[in-house]
């Protein structure tokens, strides 16, 4: 993992994962910051299967991943969407995605509140907030690094002032 920098282990890789969430946490709205955590977070299976499970197949570990999360599905196919443009080697269950303009702001409101958001378009017609499906995938990462890994978690880096 030599072609990223300081992002050298899985753990790092988890920690640019915290970073981006809370970064897009801060604004919520912003398409380039969420584009980014759902990379991040679908990418990171990636980086777990070199490091903790080099033998075992991709497709596999992803589909095992999925089975225990169904969000970061949603994660992948806005990541592969992003990446190239159009998805056409697989089904997706991401239709499409939006920005939704309410009547208030989820900085201030609630979800019980019409609030402004970016939303996912699922193939079984359903949508879903973004925000509320990384906040799943997020802490599914978290779970799945220390109950699974036996890799203590470690605060978040700090944001860049």
Request: charged share 25%; hydrophobic share 40%.
């Amino acid at each position: 993992m030599a072609h990223s920098f300081e992002l050298r282990t899985a753990a790092d890789f988890h920690r640019a994962l915290q970073l981006q969430v809370a970064e897009y946490q801060d604004d919520d709205l912003n398409s380039v910051k969420a584009v980014a955590c759902a990379l991040f977070a679908w990418h990171l299976a990636e980086w777990v299967l070199a490091e903790f499970f080099a033998s075992e197949d991709l497709g596999t570990f992803r589909s095992d991943l999925v089975a225990k999360c169904p969000e970061l599905e949603f994660m992948g196919n806005i990541a592969d969407g992003t990446k190239h443009a159009v998805l056409s080697r697989k089904t997706p269950k991401v239709s499409g995605t939006s920005v939704h303009q309410g009547a208030y702001n989820s900085q201030a409101f609630s979800d019980g509140f019409d609030i402004s958001s970016l939303d996912i378009q699922l193939d079984d017609g359903s949508v879903r907030s973004f925000r509320r499906c990384l906040a799943v995938v997020a802490e599914f990462w978290d779970r799945y690094f220390q109950d699974e890994l036996g890799v203590d978690p470690e605060p978040p880096p700090e944001l860049p002032t």
